[in-house]
């Protein structure tokens, strides 16, 4: 990761752990793609040429995941499900 509008953190993810995080502050992952979850849809989702706002990301481990505007301390505190 050469350059970002904000910091960035890393996130080594182990097997069996999951990380949810909006696409926004997602920078660069190795390992598997994320899935995708949207809990419903609006009209204006659909007709914008926009993502939808409640959309997150989930990683599942084992992977690196590299997140821009947030603290690496944070994330070393968590274990398991996260959701950022």
């Known amino acids: 990761v050469m350059s970002t ?3 960035t953190a890393r ?4 097997d069996g752990d999951t990380l949810s ?3 926004d502050a ?3 992952w190795t390992g598997p793609n994320p899935s995708g979850f ?6 204006l989702d659909i007709l914008l040429p926009r993502g ?3 959309l997150m990301f989930s990683f599942h ?5 590299w997140l821009e ?8 505190q968590l274990s398991g499900r996260r959701a950022i």
């Open 5 to 7: 509008e904000g910091r």
């Open 21 to 23: 995080v909006r696409p």
């Open 61 to 65: 481990g084992p992977c690196m995941v």
């Open 38 to 43: 949207c809990p419903k849809l609006g009209i």
């Open 69 to 76: 505007g947030t603290d690496v301390r944070q994330h070393q």
């Open 26 to 28: 997602v920078v660069a």
């Open 11 to 14: 996130v080594l993810l182990s």
């Open 52 to 54: 939808p706002r409640e």
